[in-house]
């Protein structure tokens, strides 16, 4: 099993269309949660963390559920410019992996005029 | 945000030639940096964590001979591909952290051709 698992995707929607994605990782020791997104041939680059308490950035609303080790990225009212691969991070428990962050596959999202 | 720069940006070699690779913290001193490969259309693959001043610790399947890191000061890791293959051809990028706060700056990746 993976240890971090998005939806395989591609999303392909329209202007204004409300898009969610999932994501399930495997350590119930993780300490932190993050999307990232990544635009072709770059870094990626640091949508927003995600909190127990779920929260909002805008468009974005991220959800962790840590019973279920699930995480969820929601953007609405989408934009040309939201077209990208959007990564699902995970950021394991202390130690060794201090600053260790975990990426899954992927999820890339096209969204049309 | 904190900048993090690597050079060169892309790279092509010969097979057999090795490829040095420079990732810089440009306004922050990074204990801990990290180097990441990235095949086509795959995600993020941790190679290595590069302490200043220590060994670096490698991940399960990645040569340490083969992929050497150095990280001498605490703005600068380099990592040297020897020997380098045509399966070596990948996006190379690399991270550093920055304590105060706490986050992760990525650099901007070093595209890696061999022929």
């Known amino acids: 099993r993976k240890e971090v698992e998005q939806d395989p995707g591609p999303f392909n929607v329209p202007e204004g269309a409300t898009v969610a994605f999932n994501c399930t990782y495997s350590?119930?020791?993780?300490?932190?949660f993050f999307w990232y997104r990544q635009d072709c041939r770059k870094e990626p680059k640091l949508l927003m963390s995600?909190?127990?308490s779920g929260n909002e950035d805008g468009r974005f609303t991220a959800q962790l559920n840590r019973a279920s080790q699930y995480i969820s990225l929601l953007i609405r009212d989408s934009k040309l410019s939201d077209s990208a691969t959007y990564l699902c991070?995970?950021?394991?428990?202390?130690?060794?992996?201090?600053?260790?962050?975990?990426f899954g596959q992927g999820t890339i999202l096209t969204v049309h005029p | 945000g904190a900048v993090v720069s690597q050079h060169p940006s892309w790279v092509i070699c010969k097979s057999g030639t090795s490829v040095k690779i420079e990732c810089r913290s440009l306004?922050?001193?990074?204990?801990?940096m990290f180097w990441y490969r990235q095949f086509p259309k795959q995600s993020l693959m941790l190679m290595a964590t590069?302490?200043?001043?220590?060994?670096?610790?490698?991940e399960q399947g990645v040569e340490k001979d083969k992929f050497l890191i150095n990280h001498a000061s605490l703005t600068l890791s380099t990592l040297t591909v020897t020997s380098a293959h045509p399966e070596d051809s990948s996006f190379y990028i690399c991270?550093?952290?920055?304590?105060?706060?706490?986050?992760?700056?990525f650099g901007p990746g070093t595209r890696l051709t061999v022929t």
């Open positions: 991270s550093a952290v920055d304590r105060r706060p706490y986050e992760q700056y």
């Open positions: 350590n119930s020791a993780s300490q932190s």
């Open positions: 995600v909190y127990s």
């Open positions: 991070v995970v950021n394991d428990a202390g130690g060794t992996s201090y600053g260790k962050l975990t």
């Open positions: 306004d922050f001193q990074a204990t801990t």
């Open positions: 590069s302490n200043e001043g220590s060994k670096a610790t490698y």
